[in-house]
C-alpha cells in the first residue's frame, strides 16, 4: 500500500518540515497491523516527494479469531490497496501536519501550495464517476487508470481498482484531511468496529467542508459503515444551515441589514445595477450564486432575455425560500424550464456551474471566511469561468452614514468583513490578473464626497 506526497513550491524540501520527516532519511513505524516505513524518493529544491509505504501483515489481521480462520481471511487485498489502514497509518505517522501545525513553517502550514498525491492502488467501489464525484468538488484534478481484473484474460472484464492522482493547490493539511476521511468512503471496508467516536472523527475531520460537499450524505453513510442514524446524526450535528433556529437568525440578520439600509432603497438599486450590466454584455444564461431567497432570481425570470437561469444556495431553507417566493410548482412549463435551484457552495468545485455566460454574486463574499476566499476565486474565475462577473459587497467606509449603526460594526451579524474601497479593489485587481479577466468598478447608491457609496460593484469581463 503505497501514498506519495510531491511538492514543487520551493524550496520543495521544506515538505519535510511540513511532514516532520527528514528527507535525508528513512524512518519505519510499528502499528497494530504491520508498519510503516517513510522515505523520499526525490529531494530537490524544485520538487520532493514523500512516500508512505504500508507493510501490513495479513496473518496478524485474522489473530483473536474465535475458531478457525478461513482461507479468505488470510488471501485478500488488504494489504495493497489504499483503505482504513491508510487513513489509521496518516493520524499515527503525519499527525501533526494532519492537525496543521508545523514548528518551523507554520506560515508555510497555512498557506495553499501546488501538491500532488498518488495513490498506487485505490477500490473505487462506485467507479471512477463517484471518485471525481468526491475529490473534484473540492478543487483537485484526478486522474484515474483503471486496472483489469487479469490483463492476460481480458475477458474476466474491469476491477473496481484505480491508480489515481489528484492534483491542485491547497494547504497539506486539507490533502491529508480529504485522503484521511475519503479513503475509506472509496473503499467501502472499515477494518475497525465504529461506534460514537467515529461520528466524533467525522464531525472534527470534516469541518470546513464536508457539510457542503454535494456528496455529504453518501460520505458520512459509508464513513460510518452503513450506520443510518449515525450518519443522520453527523450530518445534523456538521450542517449548520440545516438547522432551522439558526435560519431563523440568519433572517432576522438581514431584516436587521434592510432595515440600516431602507432609506436609500439599496437592495433595489443593487439589483437593478446587476440587470443593468448583464442586459449591457448580453447574458443568457446567467447564474445566481448565493441567491439566497431568489430576489433576483424573481427579477431576471420576468425578463424574457434571460433564456437560462441557475440559482445557486448553501442554505437548503433559503432555497426553499426562493422557491415558493418563485412559485415554481405553478409555473407554466415553459417558464418552469428556465429556472433551476440547486444546493451548493462557492468554495468547492462544481461542474453544473460552468459554461454559462454571466455570474451575479451579490453581497455573497462579505459572508465567507478569509481563508476562503481562495477557494472562491478558483470556483468561480478558474473552473465555473463564466464570461462576465457581476460581484457587489459592501463599502465600509459609508458606514459612518447610517444612523444607529455602532462604529466598528458591521451591517449584517454574519458579516465576516467589509472592505474599504481599497481593499476591494486590491483584491479585484489581483483577482483579475491571476485568471485572466479585466475588472472595472462602478458605484451603487448616492455618493459622499468622503466616504464613497454604500455599495461598491466589481464588473469582471474577458
Given at each position: 500500500?503505497?501514498?506519495?506526497?510531491?511538492?514543487?513550491?520551493?524550496?520543495?524540501?521544506d515538505l519535510g518540515y511540513l511532514l516532520h520527516k527528514n528527507p535525508e532519511r528513512a524512518q519505519s513505524?510499528?502499528?497494530?497491523?504491520?508498519?510503516?516505513?517513510?522515505?523520499?524518493?526525490?529531494?530537490?529544491?524544485?520538487?520532493?516527494?514523500?512516500?508512505?509505504?504500508?507493510?501490513?501483515?495479513?496473518?496478524?489481521?485474522?489473530?483473536?479469531?474465535?475458531?478457525?480462520?478461513?482461507?479468505?481471511?488470510?488471501?485478500?487485498?488488504?494489504?495493497?490497496?489504499?483503505?482504513?489502514?491508510?487513513?489509521?497509518?496518516?493520524?499515527?505517522?503525519?499527525?501533526?501536519?494532519?492537525?496543521?501545525?508545523?514548528?518551523?513553517?507554520?506560515?508555510?502550514?497555512?498557506?495553499?501550495?501546488?501538491?500532488?498525491?498518488?495513490?498506487?492502488?485505490?477500490?473505487?467501489?462506485?467507479?471512477?464517476?463517484?471518485?471525481?464525484?468526491?475529490?473534484?468538488?473540492?478543487?483537485?484534478?484526478?486522474?484515474?487508470?483503471?486496472?483489469?481484473?487479469?490483463?492476460?484474460?481480458?475477458?474476466?472484464?474491469?476491477?473496481?481498482?484505480?491508480?489515481?492522482?489528484?492534483?491542485?493547490?491547497?494547504?497539506?493539511?486539507?490533502?491529508?484531511?480529504?485522503?484521511?476521511?475519503?479513503?475509506?468512503?472509496?473503499?467501502?471496508?472499515?477494518?475497525?468496529?465504529?461506534?460514537?467516536?467515529?461520528?466524533?472523527?467525522?464531525?472534527?475531520?470534516?469541518?470546513?467542508?464536508?457539510?457542503?460537499?454535494?456528496?455529504?450524505?453518501?460520505?458520512?453513510?459509508?464513513?460510518?459503515?452503513?450506520?443510518?442514524?449515525?450518519?443522520?446524526?453527523?450530518?445534523?450535528?456538521?450542517?449548520?444551515?440545516?438547522?432551522?433556529?439558526?435560519?431563523?437568525?440568519?433572517?432576522?440578520?438581514?431584516?436587521?441589514?434592510?432595515?440600516?439600509?431602507?432609506?436609500?432603497?439599496?437592495?433595489?438599486?443593487?439589483?437593478?445595477?446587476?440587470?443593468?450590466?448583464?442586459?449591457?454584455?448580453?447574458?443568457?444564461?446567467?447564474?445566481?450564486?448565493?441567491?439566497?431567497?431568489?430576489?433576483?432570481?424573481?427579477?431576471?425570470?420576468?425578463?424574457?432575455?434571460?433564456?437560462?437561469?441557475?440559482?445557486?444556495?448553501?442554505?437548503?431553507?433559503?432555497?426553499?425560500?426562493?422557491?415558493?417566493?418563485?412559485?415554481?410548482?405553478?409555473?407554466?412549463?415553459?417558464?418552469?424550464?428556465?429556472?433551476?435551484?440547486?444546493?451548493?457552495?462557492?468554495?468547492?468545485?462544481?461542474?453544473?456551474?460552468?459554461?454559462?455566460?454571466?455570474?451575479?454574486?451579490?453581497?455573497?463574499?462579505?459572508?465567507?471566511?478569509?481563508?476562503?476566499?481562495?477557494?472562491?476565486?478558483?470556483?468561480?474565475?478558474?473552473?465555473?469561468?463564466?464570461?462576465?462577473?457581476?460581484?457587489?459587497?459592501?463599502?465600509?467606509?459609508?458606514?459612518?452614514?447610517f444612523e444607529g449603526l455602532p462604529a466598528g460594526k458591521f451591517r449584517?451579524?454574519?458579516?465576516?468583513?467589509?472592505?474599504?474601497?481599497?481593499?476591494?479593489?486590491?483584491?479585484?485587481?489581483?483577482?483579475?490578473?491571476?485568471?485572466?479577466?479585466?475588472?472595472?468598478?462602478?458605484?451603487?447608491?448616492?455618493?459622499?464626497?468622503?466616504?464613497?457609496?454604500?455599495?461598491?460593484?466589481?464588473?469582471?469581463?474577458?
Amino acid at each position: 500500500m503505497l501514498l506519495t506526497i510531491t511538492s514543487t513550491y520551493r524550496p520543495a524540501t521544506d515538505l519535510g518540515y511540513l511532514l516532520h520527516k527528514n528527507p535525508e532519511r528513512a524512518q519505519s513505524f510499528a502499528l497494530s497491523f504491520g508498519q510503516a516505513h517513510v522515505f523520499y524518493p526525490e529531494a530537490t529544491v524544485e520538487r520532493c516527494t514523500a512516500a508512505l509505504l504500508l507493510d501490513i501483515d495479513p496473518v496478524h489481521l485474522v489473530r483473536g479469531l474465535r475458531g478457525e480462520a478461513a482461507l479468505e481471511q488470510y488471501v485478500n487485498d488488504r494489504p495493497y490497496v489504499a483503505s482504513s489502514f491508510l487513513s489509521v497509518a496518516i493520524a499515527a505517522v503525519f499527525g501533526t501536519a494532519l492537525n496543521g501545525h508545523s514548528a518551523s513553517r507554520q506560515e508555510l502550514a497555512d498557506t495553499q501550495i501546488p501538491l500532488q498525491a498518488k495513490l498506487a492502488v485505490l477500490p473505487c467501489r462506485g467507479g471512477e464517476n463517484f471518485l471525481r464525484r468526491l475529490f473534484e468538488p473540492l478543487g483537485y484534478r484526478v486522474t484515474a487508470i483503471l486496472h483489469m481484473l487479469d490483463e492476460k484474460y481480458p475477458e474476466w472484464g474491469a476491477s473496481s481498482y484505480f491508480s489515481v492522482t489528484l492534483e491542485g493547490n491547497c494547504r497539506l493539511c486539507d490533502l491529508l484531511t480529504h485522503l484521511y476521511v475519503l479513503v475509506p468512503v472509496l473503499d467501502d471496508d472499515k477494518h475497525y468496529w465504529i461506534g460514537d467516536d467515529e461520528v466524533e472523527k467525522l464531525l472534527r475531520r470534516g469541518r470546513g467542508w464536508l457539510e457542503t460537499h454535494p456528496e455529504r450524505e453518501q460520505i458520512a453513510y459509508r464513513y460510518l459503515k452503513h450506520q443510518r442514524s449515525m450518519a443522520r446524526d453527523a450530518i445534523a450535528r456538521l450542517v449548520a444551515d440545516d438547522v432551522p433556529g439558526q435560519d431563523i437568525d440568519k433572517a432576522a440578520a438581514n431584516d436587521e441589514e434592510e432595515r440600516i439600509e431602507e432609506r436609500l432603497s439599496l437592495h433595489e438599486q443593487r439589483l437593478g445595477a446587476v440587470m443593468a450590466v448583464l442586459h449591457q454584455v448580453g447574458t443568457k444564461r446567467v447564474l445566481d450564486l448565493g441567491c439566497g431567497e431568489g430576489r433576483l432570481l424573481k427579477m431576471l425570470l420576468k425578463d424574457k432575455a434571460f433564456e437560462q437561469i441557475v440559482g445557486l444556495d448553501v442554505s437548503y431553507r433559503a432555497l426553499e425560500m426562493a422557491r415558493d417566493r418563485l412559485n415554481l410548482d405553478r409555473l407554466p412549463a415553459k417558464q418552469r424550464e428556465r429556472i433551476t435551484l440547486i444546493h451548493g457552495a462557492l468554495t468547492y468545485r462544481d461542474k453544473r456551474l460552468e459554461g454559462y455566460d454571466a455570474a451575479a454574486v451579490v453581497e455573497v463574499i462579505e459572508h465567507l471566511d478569509p481563508p476562503r476566499l481562495a477557494a472562491f476565486e478558483r470556483v468561480l474565475f478558474e473552473f465555473a469561468r463564466p464570461n462576465t462577473v457581476v460581484l457587489t459587497t459592501p463599502n465600509a467606509e459609508y458606514n459612518v452614514k447610517f444612523e444607529g449603526l455602532p462604529a466598528g460594526k458591521f451591517r449584517h451579524k454574519d458579516h465576516r468583513f467589509e472592505w474599504t474601497r481599497e481593499e476591494f479593489k486590491a483584491w479585484a485587481y489581483k483577482v483579475a490578473e491571476r485568471f485572466g479577466y479585466a475588472v472595472r468598478f462602478l458605484p451603487i447608491g448616492p455618493e459622499d464626497p468622503l466616504a464613497g457609496s454604500p455599495t461598491q460593484m466589481g464588473i469582471f469581463s474577458r
